[in-house]
Structures are given as structure tokens and as C-alpha cells.
């Protein structure tokens, strides 16, 4: 993608805590109230045409960067830009229009979608809600279409038919044609075939492929599988504890991980090829406490190849020497260059 066009998300030092509950013992000795570092400080841009994949065990802070994102969870400080309009403190007045350009797919199609509405209703409601398409045939020919397009088709066999009628990857399908069919400038997608079918997963990513680059949406994927994101992502973020840990192209990442969460997250990807071996990195040790977050490197608690100034030093990304793009939160990273995680998993 052109790094010289306008960004169409540009996110910086997003920052989104959640306000712990104290107990009563806590109330009386006039402790003061604790919050949990869900998001801790995370900057990327985001252009038009491009699918940045945000990577990361669950309980990382995925979902609530996309929540923060999307207004759906106000952040506690940082700046979130939508083509180049701080939207960051917006009322929900001034957003609604503006809701219209950014989009999300959920992760469970079995519970995004009203029981109650056939597949032309469910598809139909948004421009209803904003007030597009002046006449109902023109939204049931904008229906069809979409309809089409995600690959329910023909049409009018899907266009009656509740969610329970069909399939997991028919109603993911119907759930990003009810997305698309505001026209958004940027899509997020949270774990978008998790809940499918193995055999059905390749449908569904392909078609957001394909979407992406004819319409030239902006897209964050959320999930936590490295090989769904190394084949179509162009851009992978690695995030642990609330921070982006590893940054970069999607091929260069995988094929030259430089931090030992990337690299025990890509060691127990299947190769392509049954005949390598590799053995899985399995981490030992416990994520920090949320709520409680420890000085130096917040991996420390669980790195294979910790030292003492690991627990000191809280890194911050830093470019790797000779792959341009590619940074990297650790201390060590040149020192274990040379321990890969042995395995190459793009095409």
C-alpha cells in the first residue's frame, strides 16, 4: 500500500482503563480505587485498501481497542482520528453521523443477528436508520445486491429467510452485508470466523479480502490466529497486556519474529508441511494482574529468556536494523535474532 496516502484511522496513545471496584476493607482504610489497564498506549495508522490484523492471546486488550475505536467504550485518554477528524471526545450527536463510515463484524453470528428479522430486513434496517433510499425498491434492489455480492445468491433464495434457516457461514455472510451496506470507510472485524466451521473459514476471509480491495475499506481484523493473519493481512500487530509488543509486514513478521511472545505464538502454528517438526513454546508462568501492572517489561513474568534488566526496562517499539516497517518492545531482540521460531507459515 502507498505509506503516502491520508491514513484513514490514525490512532495514538490510545489509553482505555476500567475502574476496579474496591472492597469494603479498602473503602475503610481509604485505599484509593484501582483501574485494570485493558488498552495501555497504542498507536498505528490505517489506509484505505489495507487490513492491519491485531494478534494476541484473549484477555490482551483486542476487543477493547476495537470498542474504543468505535465510541462503543469511551477511551481514557489518547487521540483517534476518522479521515482526519479527531473523534476522540465526540457527543454521541456529533458521532451518530459518523457512525455510518465505521463499521463492525461480530464475532458470533448465532448473536449479532435479530432472530426476529429475515435476511432482507436485517440488511435493510441501517439505511432505514440513516435515512437512505427514499422508496422501499430501491432498498430491496440495494438488498439484492448486497445480497449478491457477499455470495448469498442467488438473492431471492436467501432474502426471506431467518437466521435460524441458515448456515453459520451464511449468517456471518448476511452479518457483513448488514455492514456494508452503509458504504463504510473502515471496518473492524473481531474474530470474524472463529465460531465457523473449518471448512467454511476460507469463504468468509476471502470475501473480506476481496471487499476490502474493491472497496477500498480500511480494515482492523481481530484475532488470535497468526496464520489466518499472515496470508491476509498486510500488516500484523502483536498485542500483550495492553501494548503492541511487534509491528510489521505480514510476511516480514512471521518469517523474522523478533520478541518471544511472537515467537511462542507462531511455534505452535501447524506447518503447512507434515513432515516438519517443531516443538511448541508452551509459556509458563501468569499474565500480571491488570489492575496491579509491574515495572520493566510486562513479558517478564513469563519470557523464557528474561534477565535482570527485563524487569527493569518497560521497552518501547523500536525499529528492527535492516527490516524497514518492523519494530519490536524488547531489550533483547537483537541478541535472539537468531532464534526463530522455525516455521514460515505465508505462501
Known amino acids: 500500500m502507498n505509506s503516502t496516502e491520508p491514513a484513514i484511522l490514525e490512532v495514538r496513545d490510545l489509553v482505555t482503563h476500567y475502574p476496579v471496584r474496591r ?35 484473549s484477555g490482551c486488550g483486542k476487543t477493547t481497542t476495537a470498542q474504543s475505536l468505535l465510541r ?9 482520528r476518522l479521515d482526519g477528524r479527531d473523534i476522540t471526545h465526540l457527543s454521541q450527536r456529533r458521532l451518530r453521523p459518523l457512525r455510518r463510515t465505521m463499521q463492525l463484524v461480530y464475532q458470533d453470528p448465532y448473536e449479532s443477528l435479530d432472530p426476529r428479522f429475515r435476511a432482507r430486513q436485517t440488511v435493510a434496517e441501517p439505511m432505514l436508520v440513516h435515512g437512505i433510499g427514499s422508496r422501499r ?11 449478491e455480492r457477499v455470495g448469498l445468491t442467488p438473492p431471492e433464495l436467501y432474502a426471506d429467510r431467518y437466521p435460524h434457516e441458515m448456515s453459520g ?8 452485508a448488514a455492514s456494508l451496506v452503509l458504504s463504510p470507510r473502515l471496518l473492524v472485524t473481531d474474530e470474524p470466523v ?8 476460507a469463504g468468509v476471509l476471502e470475501l473480506l479480502d476481496g471487499l476490502r480491495r474493491e472497496s477500498a475499506m480500511a480494515v482492523l481484523m481481530i484475532t488470535h490466529d497468526l496464520s489466518t493473519a499472515a496470508h491476509f493481512a498486510d500488516e500484523i500487530a502483536v498485542m500483550y ?33 507434515p513432515r516438519r517438526r517443531a516443538v511448541p513454546r508452551i509459556l509458563q508462568g501468569e499474565a500480571p494482574d491488570p489492575a496491579n501492572v509491574p515495572t520493566g517489561c510486562r513479558f517478564a513474568s513469563r519470557c523464557p529468556s528474561v534477565t535482570d534488566a527485563c524487569r527493569l526496562v518497560d521497552p518501547a517499539l523500536d525499529d528492527v536494523s535492516g527490516s524497514p516497517g518492523h519494530e519490536v518492545a524488547c531489550i533483547r531482540s537483537e541478541e535472539l535474532a537468531s532464534d526463530s521460531a522455525g516455521k514460515v507459515v505465508t505462501t
Not at 451464511?170 to 457483513?176: K, N, P, T, V
Request: charged share 30%; aromatic share 2%; hydrophobic share 40%.
Open 241 to 273: 497486556f495492553g501494548r503492541i509488543v511487534e509491528r510489521g509486514p505480514a510476511r516480514e513478521l512471521v518469517r523474522n519474529p523478533r520478541h518471544p511472545y511472537t515467537k511462542a505464538l507462531l511455534s505452535v502454528v501447524p506447518a503447512r508441511d
Open 72 to 80: 462503543m467504550v469511551e477511551p481514557t485518554s489518547g487521540t483517534i
Open 169 to 176: 457461514g451464511q449468517r456471518q455472510r448476511l452479518a457483513i
Open 137 to 147: 425498491a430501491d432498498r430491496r434492489g440495494l438488498v439484492d445486491e448486497l445480497l
Open 23 to 57: 472492597s469494603l476493607a479498602d473503602a475503610v482504610r481509604g485505599r484509593p480505587r484501582r483501574s485494570a489497564h485493558a488498552v495501555d498506549g497504542i498507536s498505528f495508522d490505517l489506509r484505505a485498501g489495507e487490513l492491519l490484523a491485531l494478534v494476541g492471546e
Open 194 to 201: 472463529s465460531m465457523l466451521d473449518v471448512s467454511v473459514r
